[in-house]
Nanobody, 122 residues
Framework: QLQASGGGLVQAGGSLRLSCAVS????????MGWFRQAPGKEREFVAT????????KYLDAVKGRFTISRDNAKITMYLQMNSLKPEDTAVYYC?????????????????WGQGTLVTVSS
């Protein structure tokens, strides 16, 4: 199971840190990712991190503002979001992809969390 948390309401320019707690999986056997879905839009790739944390990939729109990380000892993944913009408003989902490297499409992922809402006010 994947449990996302940390969403909330923040003003533009503010920061939030999302967490994704994982249970029931061999955490180091999975690459992890964050996706988001705004109302009326398709689910969008945000970031992915490989099993060891040594390799990451980001959506261009969040590069330099968001940082994905993982703590394999705590079996948890994080998304630090800084300089938030109203267009970052969405439900954020964490996902696990079997294997060492994740992809940028939802179909690349095997397990999903329930989502946490991030709302950025202007």
């Amino acid at each position: 199971q994947l449990q996302a948390s940390g969403g909330g309401l923040v003003q533009a320019g503010g920061s939030l840190r999302l967490s994704c707690a994982v249970s029931g999986l061999t955490f180091t056997g999975y690459a992890m990712g964050w996706f988001r879905q705004a109302p009326g839009k398709e689910r969008e790739f945000v970031a992915t991190i490989n099993w060891s944390g040594s390799s990451t990939k980001y959506l261009d729109a969040v590069k330099g503002r968001f940082t994905i990380s993982r703590d394999n000892a705590k079996i948890t993944m994080y998304l630090q979001m800084n300089s938030l913009k109203p267009e970052d408003t969405a439900v954020y989902y964490c996902a696990a992809s079997r294997g060492p490297i994740g992809g940028s499409t939802p179909a690349s992922y095997d397990y999903w969390g329930q989502g946490t809402l991030v709302t950025v006010s202007s």
